[in-house]
């Protein structure tokens, strides 16, 4: 078993093809594959059966906090999943997760089991489990992954997440097969984790290709479109026109072209100006 702790803010970005596409050459020769590079991710979320957390999630409240399970490609029985429990203050994130076998995970959170690490960390995991009755297994959600390092040897990291797929009939990582797109075919999500603050270059590749600070939980968007019965038109058709291609809007949209960049500027300084 491997226990890790992590504290960085978390900012997202979604993307359109030609923003992506911009990004990626503003990247190379600053940021190259890390050790997972390219992967497929899938996660089962945790929840009660009311969606408590999804709900509290998509809320916005200064604090909020999600338990899932996660596997880097297939899994099976015995493979070594990741229980990670994220928590999110003020714009920080903190995550503590371990890791165990996919079967001693799930026995965990659907039986009244006491066999689980008894760590800190996994003391932590299992008083939220008491915290919430009935929290199981509530959704599957799985997309691929792109991540980056910086060459520079700073703590910026980088992710590009596509494909984005979830479904709650047969929330299993042995078969995510039962799975449908949440996001249409031709956007990314783009993750940026840092807890040192912006460079100059990304500053600029961000402002240069209209790209903007967005919220989206991909637990909470998923719930919305599976839940609720929201598109992604529902949920970011606003949006498309200030966030997505913000710099390329004609004249008329000039209130909108700086609501975005203002929004893009305050999260950069919240980020830049943190001891």
């Given amino acids: 078993m491997t226990a890790m702790i992590f504290k960085r803010y978390e900012l997202k970005y979604l993307m359109d093809r030609e923003q992506t596409e911009g990004l990626l050459e503003s990247m190379d020769g600053r940021m190259v594959l890390d050790g997972y590079g390219h992967s497929q991710i899938n996660n089962i979320y945790l929840d009660t059966d009311n969606y408590l957390l999804a709900r509290r999630s998509i809320e ?8 899932r399970f996660r596997s880097y490609g297939a899994a099976d029985d015995d493979s070594e999943v990741f229980v990670e429990l994220k928590k999110k203050y003020e714009s920080v994130v903190y995550k503590r997760r371990l890791s165990m076998p996919l079967s001693e995970a799930m026995e965990w959170f659907t039986t009244d089991t006491d066999r689980f690490p008894h760590t800190q960390i996994g003391n932590e995991i299992d008083y939220l489990r008491h915290r919430y009755p009935g929290i199981c297994p509530a959704m599957l959600l799985c997309y691929e992954r792109e991540a980056y390092r910086s060459l520079d040897g700073s703590d910026l990291r980088i992710t590009l997440d596509t494909n984005i797929r979830a479904g709650t009939d047969s929330v299993d990582l042995r078969n995510i097969s039962g799975t449908r797109r949440v996001m249409p075919d031709g956007y990314t999500l783009m993750e940026v984790k840092t807890m040192y603050g912006f460079p100059g270059w990304l500053n600029s590749a961000l402002e240069e290709n209209g790209i903007v ?41 000039g209130v909108c072209i700086q609501a975005a960049i203002g929004e893009q500027r305050t999260a950069m300084a919240g980020v830049q100006n943190m001891e």
Wanted: proline fraction near 4%; include cysteine; hydrophobic fraction near 25%.
């Fill in 213 to 253: 600070k967005t919220s989206f939980s991909k637990y909470g968007n998923a719930y919305k479109e599976l839940e609720l019965g929201l598109g992604f038109e529902d949920l970011y058709g606003h949006r498309r026109g200030c966030a997505l291609g913000a710099a390329r809007l004609n004249d008329s949209d």
């Fill in 60 to 67: 916005r409240p200064p604090y909020k906090e999600k338990l």
